[in-house]
């Protein structure tokens, strides 16, 4: 019984959501079988394969099994797992695009991580960043985004520490709140102290911290500040260069063609002579024309404030 549990549980950690049901089906028929229908371990298992359920895409399957975790969990009098099906639940409903239900649900999750773990907790500050990903998807409600964002990026600065990967997340996500509303200076404070933190701990490697960079450098272009957005402008390109992240990112590529067209910055070739430059792979793969007007530097603008909305994220287990 408990084999088959953390067998599923090895497969879920090795991304093979799949196989992992098939052992937590069977575990919750035995767990049924040996301990009764309302066990802690049948709450458990039910939650994990709501979890699951929810990674596939599955969103109303994974409800199903989730509430009916969260009986189980309510009767069991275990608060701190209510809370995490509460958030897993509420999860599934920001998938499903029912921000006001994901909401409540998060509420309900905060009311109970402060009530029993502290207003500083860790817990605390990832329900908040979850609220304000959900907040941030509805348009009157953009102070509550950024306000749920403020207070979680304060708690994780004190536990954490200023150069914590977690803290250049909540960042970037505030900075973006602020891009959105043309608020430049306070963009680029969010945005720089983004940019800085992935440099300090060398994960400067990746699309975010160049979709910072492109912002940074787009807020200097709009300020006409354009030998700062220049320098922006090259740092984004020699990451894309040597990561060769744009023969995997179709917005990166657009990007990085329309610099190199607009003379921003210039195009190195490989070290193999024999291989396309940066772009000519993706350029030609995607079919991309060269840009004519300042429109790439708008789609940036979406490419960050777009909102996270990433399906089967922020799940507890």
């Not at 575990?27 to 079988?33: D, E, F, K, T, V």
């Not at 509460?86 to 998938?95: E, F, Y």
């Not at 817990?123 to 953009?142: F, H, N, T």
């Amino acid at each position: 019984m408990d084999n088959l549990y953390s067998m599923g549980y090895t497969l879920h950690n090795t991304d093979e959501p799949g196989r992992a049901l098939v052992c937590f089906v069977e575990a919750l028929s035995i767990r049924r079988h040996a301990l009764g229908e309302e066990s802690m371990e049948v709450g458990d298992t039910l939650n994990m394969m709501g979890f699951l359920k929810a990674k596939r895409g599955e969103l109303d399957d994974a409800l199903t099994l989730l509430w009916d975790a969260l009986k189980i969990r309510k009767q069991q009098d275990d608060n701190i797992k209510v809370a995490d099906t509460l958030k897993n639940i509420g999860s599934v409903h920001k998938d499903k695009e029912e921000f006001e239900l994901a909401i409540e649900c998060y509420e309900e999750c905060l009311r109970i991580r402060r009530n029993d773990l502290g207003s500083e907790h860790e817990k605390v500050a990832d329900i908040l960043i979850s609220m304000g990903d959900a907040y941030r998807e509805i348009p009157l409600q953009i102070d509550e985004a950024r306000n749920s964002y403020q207070e979680a990026l304060d708690i994780k600065k004190q536990l954490l520490g200023d150069h914590d990967e977690s803290v250049a997340v909540v960042l970037r996500e505030i900075g973006a709140i602020e891009y959105r509303a043309n608020h430049h200076d306070e963009a680029l404070q969010c945005f720089s102290e983004f940019v800085k933190i992935r440099r300090d701990n060398g994960t400067d490697n990746d699309a975010d911290f160049v979709n910072g960079l492109l912002t940074i450098a787009n807020i200097h272009k709009d300020d006409g500040n354009h030998e700062d957005a220049k320098v922006c402008w090259n740092e984004a390109y020699e990451v894309c260069r040597k990561r060769n992240l744009a023969e995997t990112n179709q917005q990166l590529a657009q990007a990085m063609k329309h610099l190199i067209d607009e003379g921003k910055v210039v195009e190195q070739e490989d070290e193999d002579t024999t291989k396309k430059s940066l772009l000519g792979y993706v350029a030609e793969k995607l079919g991309i024309e060269k840009s004519d007007d300042d429109s790439i530097f708008q789609n940036t603008r979406k490419t960050i404030v777009g909102g996270i909305g990433r399906k089967g994220k922020g799940l507890m287990l």
